[in-house]
């Protein structure tokens, strides 16, 4: 079962890089859903290991169904959500394409941890009640499991996940 973690793991990794690279500039209309600072793309929150979590960088896409949520504190802790969709909806971890991935960028190796259908102890929601080809907002959970070469140990805990973007 090792190969398909990886090329699970792999699909994250792409998905994260095509995420970073774009982004929009245009402001959200504020909702009132409590999801923390507003970016130029929107805002996205999270209580990770009972540590709550507000992002200071989002990037965001829709492309054919596929939608990539990343964002960055400013500590460096990155949320990165990866889910094929087909509307508003709840969906969970179970497909390749799927994932949640947490990683904390530091001096020496990076931390990073994951969730992807097939990982033991790994597990992931996300609730789209708004998804527009401009526009998505919901809430997220999960729990993610260290990823073996990096320097994480463990899982960490997602709760109280919020977001509110635009692409």
């Known amino acids: 079962m ?3 973690m990886i ?17 929009s500039t245009t402001e959200p209309t504020d909702t009132g859903s409590g999801t923390g600072t507003t970016l130029a793309n929107g805002s996205m929150s999270a209580t990770i290991d009972g540590v709550a979590w507000t992002a200071a960088a989002i990037t965001a896409t ?3 169904g596929q939608v990539a949520i990343g964002a960055t504190s400013s500590s460096l802790l990155s949320i990165n959500l990866f889910f094929v969709v087909n509307g ?4 969970t971890v179970n497909s390749a394409i799927s994932s949640f991935l947490v990683s904390q960028a530091s001096t020496g190796a990076a ?4 969730a992807v259908s097939g990982l033991a102890g790994s597990s992931g929601t996300v609730t789209f009640t708004t ?3 401009t526009r998505a907002v919901g809430t997220f959970s999960g729990v993610v499991v260290a990823n ?3 320097a994480a140990v463990g899982t960490r805990t997602i709760t109280n996940g919020r977001f509110d973007v635009r692409f």
């Not at 508003?88 to 969906?91: A, E, L, N, Q």
């Not at 931390?111 to 994951?114: C, E, H, I, P, V």
């Open 88 to 91: 508003p909806g709840t969906y």
């Open 111 to 114: 931390s990073t941890w994951t």
């Open 2 to 4: 090792m190969p398909p």
């Open 148 to 150: 073996a070469g990096t």
């Open 131 to 133: 998804l527009t080809t």
């Open 62 to 64: 829709n492309s054919g």
């Open 7 to 23: 090329n699970r793991f792999a699909i994250s990794v792409l998905l994260a890089l095509i995420c970073v690279g774009c982004s």
